[in-house]
């Protein structure tokens, strides 16, 4: 079955050209290639593609270039330049094969680890990796052979020691390669092996080994494996197709009737086409059905290959075609681009365009559209070859030559006669290449007869738009008409879109729409004021027209303008030169920027530029048509563009989207790792003003990317910018995503949006511990100076209640030396007179001295408590035990003293207040409480000296200590000796006191 699919294939090779077109874009060293001559390509899964040349390898994302030179100095640099392979491993890093030996690109943190080959070689060693499963890569080595490494432990094993193999310029690495079944197979300097890794069982093909099983030897370039299992084995005559299987092949050596000679390189796309990189005949295209499609390079076409030596050919996942044209960089070919195709001027190239800016264009038949250049005259375009085939031009030496080179303007009438507007005079074409010419003036002065434009007023006249004024011509008589109200006026543009009415501009002072009378000129509206209208276009659909100015586009409905779209609402550009209506009722225009489509119903623009294939970003005015087919042309500065509409399909390609670059206060970030691989970011306080770098994986797009970027919890609406680089300053603390997504070309917004965490951390005094802190430290102040308040309030009272017991007890002293040099004196004066008197001979005497002897003793007893000199002479407890003594012996009430471990001798101020206290307390209970029984108890407790004061009165209601005086002065003692007071008590209940005095 196999082989008769080889036949059908091999007869399908000589069947004619098959047809797919496909956009060629150049991509050079112009645009940042390090080198022109590419041997290995590659696509990761990031989206990028990778170019290995002789000069380091690039990274390439659809509009820059990233370069990696050799540094083989630096330890984390690439090691050889010359980079002739690559493979992919799981986790996205590149293992590189270079004229120095193995290298692997970590992706992580965008650097590269050296593998050297064999330590006791001191030269470099060339390799080229095949194979990679973690934790081992297969490769090929110039001077070790075929080596399987495991990188982990960089322990080598050595499969096959001795493979020869010659690398030169047809053959810059090895193509040996794993096949289906886990085998080896390893390309030899003449032949193929076979090699089973298990059983170490070797078989030879094409090779001049005794062993050969088929095929003469041919030294094979590349192997590709297809997915249909057969093997494409490329080589200096042409590939053979094999079949590993049932070893039959085939050996292709023409395509097209062409000799193929050395194939350099080949590829499978992804529907299963193969393509060839031949060494002079340029790329070769093999489908599926057997048929073959070459590109070459042609000199006159720049959507073609750069020259027709192709050293290596790469197709991607996504279809598109990458080949190296060595040494001129990189080819890439659209298969699915935008189906423009142009003709430009190539100078001094045969059936070419004679002058780059196009003026005019008709279509003479189904084959040829004419072509009016500035100075090169008429050029015949062949659609069919898409050559000029015939150029005519002025030749004072010809009268039936046409009247100048420079050709403006081509019209043809109601009877199909072909006029031409020219530099100098008016041209009626007569056929076989046959002019005749008329003139404003017998003399044929340059600048009398300059022709703009064209038109028909009716059968009989032309309409003719000069630097002097609107003309009409009789056709019969061949005399020209000058048009009151218009002479040595500059006619720029003439329409007559319904019989009796024109439309005209005057060059720069606007467009007007009128009739003729008697060869008059009647101006009926004013259409624009100022400016020129350059096209007209009527638009039966939404029953308006459309008008082409040198501001923007116009709706014009009943007499006036209701719309006008610029540059700001979508255009390319606002000066329009062309206008044209497709069927689908879009308009199609002409700028000095490129090419606008526009969809009136959602007014939608969308623009087109010279990465699209346009003839240049000019074009001309009176420089377009459609011809019979529908196809649209536009004339420019650099040749013309021509198109079906219905092929220009919106691209819905999403692109992916990478972070490049990452800067922090306007330097360059040392991150820890690549940030195309970070997703989060950690930022201190300071370094909250920074830049991302991001771009489109875009190689369909030409550059024409926007991007929409938000920094989440800053900002919740999307910005939209054409820049790939944002900036931020001065962010808040705090945690945010940025989010940014791309649009292709035509405007489609991809759904895959890159996001990166970034969080900025607050600087200390912005911390929530040091908030925390900073509470806690007020209300620690708070609190201390509440304290320290508190202290200076209780030390300013202590102060006073200080001055108020010395003044009390100064008052005491001074009331009791006073009682007792006064009134103490003068009663025991009275006690003495009272004694010489014989109380049994007075009865009123008898009476007196019981009540003055009671006098005295009150006196006494007073004088003790305002001046207890046992206090001050024998201490606190002499003077205490005494009112015990005193107090048990009157028998009013029991008196239990307990001193337990109380001091003997306390500071004199101390013992004052303690028993002015112990009085105040005795005092209370005689006084009020009815108490039958007081006990007293001072004992010293840890770092206070206690008092308890009890007895069993009748106890009160619980009041502030301030009700009473002798409480109060209780507390403020106790307060001065920085004590606390302990009251307890309740009716029936009795009264419990506690007084803790601290040592001092």
């Keep these: 079955m196999r082989k008769i699919l080889f036949l059908v294939w091999y007869i399908g090779l000589s069947l004619p050209l098959f047809g797919q077109t496909y956009q060629i874009e150049r991509i050079g060293t112009d645009k940042g290639l390090s080198q022109g001559s590419v041997y290995a390509m590659l696509k990761d899964s990031r989206g990028f593609m990778w170019f290995g040349t002789q000069d380091g390898l690039n990274r390439y994302d659809g509009h820059h270039f990233k370069v990696y030179y050799s540094d083989t100095d630096q330890p984390n640099a690439l090691h050889g330049g010359f980079v002739n392979s690559m493979i992919e491993a799981p986790n996205g890093d590149l293992w590189l094969g270079t004229d120095y030996g193995l290298n692997l690109y970590q992706r992580q943190t965008d650097d590269f680890r050296f593998f050297p080959s064999a330590p006791e070689r001191k030269t470099p060693s060339a390799c080229s990796p095949f194979a990679v499963r973690p934790p081992f890569v297969w490769y090929w080595s110039e001077s070790e052979g075929i080596v399987k490494l495991n990188y982990d432990t960089q322990q080598k094993t050595v499969l096959l020691a001795d493979v020869s193999y010659d690398l030169g310029l047809l053959s810059v690495s090895n193509a040996t390669k794993f096949g289906k079944n886990g085998r080896l197979w390893v390309s030899l300097s003449e032949g193929l092996m076979q090699y089973d890794t298990s059983s170490r069982q070797m078989r030879y093909f094409f ?31 042409g590939v053979t197709i094999f079949d590993p299987k049932t070893t039959d092949f085939k050996h292709i050596t023409h395509l097209n009737g062409i000799e193929l000679n050395e194939i350099y390189d080949l590829d499978e796309s992804p529907d299963g086409d193969i393509w060839l990189a031949t060494s002079s005949s340029g790329l070769f295209r093999l489908s599926k059905d057997g048929k073959a499609q070459q590109f070459i390079h042609q000199k006159n076409d720049n959507n073609c290959l750069s020259n027709n030596t192709i050293s290596s050919v790469y197709i991607s996942k996504d279809g598109l075609v990458w080949a190296n044209p060595d040494p001129l960089g990189i080819n890439l070919l659209i298969g699915t ?5 142009s003709i430009k001027y190539v100078a001094e190239a045969q059936n070419s365009l004679s002058d780059p800016n196009v003026r005019t264009m008709i279509e003479m038949d189904k084959n040829q559209v004419w072509v009016g250049t500035e100075q090169g005259g008429i050029n015949v375009w062949n659609k069919q070859t898409g050559l000029v085939e015939k150029c005519f031009k002025s030749d004072p030496a010809n009268p039936r030559s046409v009247p100048s080179s420079s050709i403006y303007h081509f019209f043809r009438d109601t009877q199909q006669q072909l ?60 005399i020209f008409i000058p048009i009151k109200r218009l002479e040595n006026i500059s006619i720029l543009w003439i329409d007559q879109p319904t019989p009796g009415e024109l439309w005209l501009t005057r060059f720069n002072e606007g467009c007007w729409k009128g009739t003729l009378r008697n060869h008059e000129w009647l101006p009926q509206a004013t259409v624009l004021v100022g400016g020129n209208a350059l096209a007209l276009r009527k638009d039966a659909y939404r029953n308006c027209w459309w008008i082409a100015t040198n501001n923007g586009l116009l709706n014009y409905q009943n007499g006036r303008i209701v719309q006008k779209f610029t540059a700001k609402d979508g255009l390319t550009n606002a000066y329009i030169y062309g206008l044209l209506l497709d069927s689908q009722h879009n308009l199609w225009l002409s700028t000095n920027r490129g090419l606008s489509s526009f969809n009136p119903d959602t007014r939608q623009f969308r623009n087109y530029h010279v990465s699209d294939g346009l003839q240049g970003y000019e074009f001309n005015n009176r420089s377009y048509m459609a011809d019979s087919e529908g196809i649209f042309y536009f004339g420019g500065t650099n040749g013309f563009t021509y198109f079906r509409p219905n092929e220009i399909r919106t691209n819905t390609f999403q692109p992916q989207i990478q972070l490049t670059h990452f800067e922090i206060n306007y330097q360059p970030a040392q991150l820890p790792q690549y940030i195309g691989e970070t997703s989060e970011l950690t930022l201190n306080a300071d370094q909250n003003t920074f830049s991302l770098g991001f771009i489109a994986i875009d190689y369909l797009s030409s550059g024409k990317n926007n991007y929409q970027y938000r920094l989440v919890n800053l900002e919740d609406n999307w910005n939209t910018t054409p820049d790939n680089l944002v900036r931020y300053v001065q962010v808040p603390p705090g945690e945010y995503i940025f989010e940014v997504k791309a649009s292709n070309g035509d405007g489609f917004w991809s759904d895959e949006v890159r996001r990166l965490k970034i969080t900025v951390l607050p600087a200390f005094w912005q911390t929530w511990w040091f908030r925390l802190l900073n509470l806690l430290l007020l209300i620690g102040i708070g609190i201390g100076f509440y304290r320290w308040r508190i202290q200076q309030l209780q030390r300013q009272q202590r102060e006073r209640l200080e001055l108020i017991i010395k003044t009390q007890e100064a008052e005491r002293k001074q009331l009791a030396t006073e009682l007792h040099d006064d009134l103490g004196m003068r009663l025991s004066t009275l006690q003495m007179y009272l004694s010489e008197i014989d109380i049994s001979q007075n009865s009123r005497a008898s009476k007196l001295t019981p009540l003055l002897n009671e006098a005295i003793a009150d006196i006494r007893n007073l004088l003790r408590d305002l001046n207890p000199k046992l206090l001050f002479e024998e201490g606190l407890r002499v003077a205490v035990e005494e009112v015990n003594s005193k107090l048990n012996a009157v028998g009013l009430v029991k008196f239990e003293l307990l001193w337990l471990d109380f001091p003997e001798k306390l500071p004199e101020v101390i013992e004052i207040n303690l028993f002015r206290i112990i009085q105040e307390l005795i005092n209370n209970t005689l006084k009020h409480a009815e108490a039958t029984h007081i006990t007293l108890q001072l004992l010293q407790r840890d770092a206070h000296w206690v008092i308890i004061y009890e007895d069993n009165g009748r106890g009160f209601e619980r009041q502030p200590l301030s009700s009473g005086f002798g409480l109060q002065n209780i507390e403020n003692r106790v307060q001065l000796l920085k004590g606390q007071l302990h009251f307890d008590t309740a009716p029936q209940r009795g009264v419990h006191v506690t007084i803790e005095i601290p040592h001092h």
Excluded at 337 to 341: C, D, I, S, T, V
Excluded at 439 to 450: H, V
Aim: net charge positive.
């Design 207 to 237: 090779s001049k080994h005794p062993k050969n099983i088929t095929g003469n030897p041919i030294s094979i370039l590349k192997i590709l494996m297809t997915k249909e299992g057969l093997m494409y084995l490329s080589h200096s005559n």
């Design 337 to 341: 681009g935008k189906k423009f195709r």
């Design 419 to 478: 006029w031409i507007a020219t530099y100098n005079g008016l041209a009626k074409y007569l056929g076989d290449g046959a002019f005749e010419s008329y003139f404003l003036t017998t003399k044929k002065n340059m600048g009398d007869n300059i022709f703009r434009c064209l038109a028909e007023w009716d059968t009989a006249h032309l309409l003719v738009g000069t630097e002097n004024g609107l003309f009409l011509f009789d056709k019969s008589k061949k």
